[in-house]
């Protein structure tokens, strides 16, 4: 009850930085790992769950990931 209340007390503003945030954070986790967190949003509010969906998709890559050398490049989708 209590992450949902907080959550639709967000902006639409904040929702999104939220979702960045996520969507960031979860960018190197397994797809396994990411479709059991989704889950559990989803028992917070659908479009929790969502909102964080879209953002991890919409990334081109690790927002994480920076190369080790020069030489190392970025993985491509």
């Keep these: 009850v209590q992450p949902?209340?907080?959550?639709?007390?967000?902006?639409?503003e904040q929702k999104a930085r939220?979702?960045?945030t996520y969507a960031a954070a979860m960018g190197p986790c397994s797809d396994g790992v990411k479709e059991?967190?989704?889950?559990?949003?989803?028992?917070?509010?659908?479009?929790y769950?969502?909102?964080?969906?879209?953002?991890?998709?919409?990334?081109?890559?690790d927002v994480n990931t920076v190369p080790v050398t020069e030489d190392t490049p970025l993985k491509d989708k």
């Design 18 to 20: 939220l979702y960045k």
């Design 36 to 47: 059991r967190w989704y889950a559990v949003l989803e028992k917070v509010h659908p479009d």
């Design 49 to 61: 769950a969502a909102g964080v969906r879209k953002a991890v998709e919409s990334l081109d890559t």
């Design 4 to 12: 949902r209340a907080l959550y639709e007390m967000f902006s639409d």
